[in-house]
Nanobody, 125 residues
């Protein structure tokens, strides 16, 4: 069974950094574009970033680019989301999602084939 598993969330103070991981079981991520999304209580799901397969082209939501960075480690079959200078507004459940090959310009709204279960990030003093 295809699964994406997020990890790395937790409770951190404002200004801290976290690195989230998205790992796959039973299949390689090499041929999948991976997107990161988040959903805060009472809010709609928000696209954060996406990384293509093969050429690793990246896409970002403008407001988060600069603090958040996506990357892929093919040897570990894992995609990462590095988050810096976290604020309480970053508190949300963070999800990764997979789709074949490319993010495309519609990466925020397109249908993804696979989703992880989410990892909670709480930023609080």
């Amino acid at each position: 069974q295809v699964q994406l598993v997020e990890s790395g969330g937790g409770l951190v103070q404002p200004g801290s950094s976290l690195r989230l991981s998205c790992a796959a079981s039973e299949f390689t991520l090499d041929f999948y574009a991976i997107g990161w999304f988040r959903q805060a209580p009472g809010k709609e799901r928000e696209g954060i970033s996406c990384i293509n397969s093969i050429d690793d082209t990246t896409y970002y939501t403008n407001s988060l680019q600069g603090r958040f960075s996506i990357s892929r480690d093919k040897a570990k079959n894992t995609v990462y989301l590095q988050m810096n200078s976290l604020t309480p507004e970053d508190t949300a459940v963070y999800y990764c999602a997979g789709v074949a090959l490319r993010c495309t310009d519609s990466w925020k709204t397109r249908k993804y084939n696979y989703w992880g279960q989410g990892t909670q990030v709480t930023v609080s003093s």
